[in-house]
């Protein structure tokens, strides 16, 4: 249950010191990993809840490709809680860490409601992931041929 997405930085994401602003990078951040979460508990109905403390490690600059890198650490009933790493592309250091994002699946309602991976462990939810992805490539080479 690992994610990767990769960013360019472009002139417009850049501070006053020409570095990659720490508020862009955490709005990307977000939004990958409610993506990845939303993929992950089977519905687009997710917020942010908690994002654990945040250290910038070293700076980005203009042409700079980041990676960022998440992976499922917890699954609770209604949540589901993510790590984030992001390294520059080019020469792999770190940029920045975030031990913990909480994302809950909320219902129509917008209350919390309980989501696809629910009461598995983490090696069963890695489990059902890999089939999916497995299934997800048959069709592909399927609807290819």
Not at 117 to 140: I, P
Request: overall charge negative; some cysteine; hydrophobic content about 40%.
């Amino acid at each position: 249950m690992k994610y990767y997405s990769r960013h360019f930085v472009k002139p417009g994401d850049l501070n006053p010191a020409q570095r990659l602003f720490g508020g862009q990078l955490l709005a990307w951040i977000d939004e990958e990993a409610a993506i990845f979460a939303g993929c992950q508990m089977g519905t687009p109905m997710v917020v942010t809840k908690l994002m654990s403390e945040i250290d910038f490690v070293s700076s980005a600059f203009c042409g700079d490709v980041v990676e960022f890198g998440f992976e499922v650490v917890d699954i609770g009933r209604t949540s589901l809680t993510v790590h984030c790493e992001v390294r520059n592309k080019q020469t792999r250091e770190l940029i920045i860490q975030v031990e913990r994002i909480v994302f809950v699946a909320l219902d129509a309602e917008g209350k919390p409601t309980p989501h696809k991976k629910a009461g598995m462990t983490l090696d069963e939810a890695r489990e059902d992931s890999q089939r999916e992805q497995e299934e997800k490539e048959r069709r592909e080479q399927r609807l290819a041929s």
